[in-house]
């Protein structure tokens, strides 16, 4: 049983940031190999990718956040990141993680966090 636990959610002004931690616990099988997304979801919307970050350290974000955000990992603590500056009413969401890893012989391992509200706002 594998168990994420998010934090650094929040209220902060427009223009302000915060971190977020997403820590990992439980029974991983090398968590070096998977791979953590940052996903975000409001009321009325879809869920949508925000960051994510490869086994290898290689990112992508979505466009809105480019620039603001940045997603890191440290594989020792089984912990991701997610720093958000510059943040506008619009990034105003429960952000949750989600660890990931295909696998050819049988479903992908899929793991979420239970989500932290960020609220941006004056």
């Known amino acids: 049983q594998v168990q994420l636990v998010e934090s650094g959610g929040g209220l902060v002004q427009p223009g302000g940031s915060l971190r977020l931690s997403c820590a990992a616990s439980?029974?991983?099988?090398?968590?070096?190999?998977?791979?953590w997304y940052w996903y975000r979801q409001t009321p009325g919307k879809e869920r949508e990718v925000v960051a994510w970050i490869s086994a290898g350290g290689r990112t992508d974000y979505r466009d809105p956040v480019k620039g603001r955000f940045t997603i890191s990992r440290d594989n020792a603590l089984k912990t991701v990141y997610l720093q958000m500056n510059s943040l506008e009413p619009e990034d105003t969401a429960v952000y949750l993680c989600?660890?990931?890893?295909?696998?050819?012989?049988?479903?992908?391992?899929?793991?979420w966090g239970q989500g932290t509200q960020v609220t941006v706002s004056a």
């Open positions: 439980g029974s991983i099988f090398r968590i070096d190999d998977m791979r």
């Open positions: 989600n660890l990931w890893k295909f696998r050819d012989n049988g479903p992908a391992l899929d793991f």
